[in-house]
């Protein structure tokens, strides 16, 4: 009932800065957890960073801190995923996650609907 659809992965260079967004379809959106996760060619799928409902905090990968921020605008049924600072390391493909919930969460598990993905190349 929460059907995202990633955009804004494109090739950047290393140091470059990229917002991706992802809108998820759905009259539910506003009681969902959303995330973000990466995939690589030839790597598993690892976590990037993930938001709660309002007011229940958000989550990230230690590679990613202090670089990537994670947000979400429930008017819009948006979450966005701002990555700073841009490292080779980055690269893949960037999947956004939906599922019922409250706080923020890390393991690709723990959710329920996907979209497509979005490819990010960074160069050094």
């Known amino acids: 009932q929460v059907q995202p659809v990633e955009s804004g992965g494109r090739l950047v260079q290393a140091g470059d800065s990229l917002r991706l967004s992802c809108v998820a379809s759905g009259r539910t959106f506003s009681s969902s957890t959303m995330g973000w996760f990466r995939q690589a060619p030839g790597k598993e799928r690892e976590f990037v960073a993930a938001?709660?409902?309002?007011?229940?905090?958000?989550l990230c990968t230690d590679s990613v801190k202090g670089r990537f921020t994670i947000s979400r605008d429930n008017a819009k049924n948006k979450v966005y995923l701002q990555m700073n600072n841009l490292k080779p390391e980055d690269t893949g493909v960037y999947y956004c996650a939906a599922r019922t919930g409250i706080y923020a969460r890390a393991h690709d598990s723990d959710y329920d609907y996907w979209g497509q993905g979005t490819q990010v190349t960074v160069s050094s």
């Open positions: 938001i709660g409902q309002s007011g229940y905090g958000t």
